[in-house]
C-alpha cells in the first residue's frame, strides 16, 4: 500500500484540525524548557557507532539488572572487588528514573509526530489545491496570478526535473 493512500484513508478517519490556543502553546513550550533544563545536565550522548554496541534495556534484562543489585548486596563479600555495588545500585536507580521518563515522553512524541504527519498531509494538499486554482487563474490572465504561480511554482516539491548526467559507458578492452 502507498503511503499517500494510506494518509489518504486515515485522514477520513482523522480530523487534524488542531487550534492549539496561544496560551496553551506558552504553557507546552515552558514545559519544554522545564523538562529539557532539568533532564539535559543528566542526559549522555552517543554516536551512532557507540549506540550499536553494548546491552539493549528491555524490560526483562531491567529486571535482571534489579536482581543483580539485590543480590550483589546480599552475597557482597563474594562480589570480585572490580564489582562496585555502589556505583550498580546508581546505574540501576538511573535505569529505573529515566525509563519512568521515556515511556510518557516516547508516547507524546510518538503522538505529535502521527499528528503532524496527519496535518501535513492537510496542509499539502490544500495547498497543491491552492496551486492549481492560481495556476489556472493565470492562465485565464487574471493580474498577479503569473507571479504567484511562478513563485508556488519554483518550490512545489517534486516540480524540479532532476538533472541526469549522462554516463559515458566504458569499453572493456578486447583481448587477442
Given at each position: ?54 546491552f539493549r534495556m528491555g524490560d526483562k534484562s531491567i529486571a535482571f539488572v534489579e536482581k543483580g ?48 504527519l496527519i496535518a501535513g498531509t492537510d496542509a499539502m494538499e490544500a495547498s497543491v489545491h491552492v496551486?492549481?486554482?492560481i495556476k489556472l487563474a493565470s492562465v485565464n490572465g487574471v493580474p498577479g496570478a503569473q507571479a ?29
Amino acid at each position: 500500500m502507498r503511503v499517500g493512500s494510506y494518509l489518504n484513508d486515515l485522514k477520513m478517519q482523522k480530523n487534524a484540525d488542531i487550534k492549539i490556543s496561544a496560551a496553551d502553546d506558552t504553557a507546552i513550550k515552558a514545559a519544554i524548557v522545564v523538562i529539557q533544563t532539568k533532564l539535559t545536565p543528566y542526559l549522555m550522548a552517543l554516536t551512532d557507532k557507540e549506540r550499536r554496541g553494548g546491552f539493549r534495556m528491555g524490560d526483562k534484562s531491567i529486571a535482571f539488572v534489579e536482581k543483580g543489585g539485590s543480590y550483589g548486596n546480599q552475597f557482597a563479600a563474594e562480589m570480585p572487588a572490580s564489582i562496585k555495588l555502589a556505583d550498580l545500585a546508581t546505574d540501576v536507580t538511573a535505569v529505573s528514573l529515566l525509563n519512568s521518563y521515556a515511556k510518557p515522553l516516547t508516547t507524546l512524541l510518538r503522538g505529535v509526530e502521527d499528528t503532524v504527519l496527519i496535518a501535513g498531509t492537510d496542509a499539502m494538499e490544500a495547498s497543491v489545491h491552492v496551486y492549481s486554482a492560481i495556476k489556472l487563474a493565470s492562465v485565464n490572465g487574471v493580474p498577479g496570478a503569473q507571479a504567484a504561480y511562478n513563485d508556488m511554482k519554483e518550490r512545489f516539491p517534486g516540480a524540479h526535473k532532476k538533472v541526469v548526467t549522462p554516463v559515458t559507458p566504458v569499453t572493456p578492452p578486447v583481448t587477442t
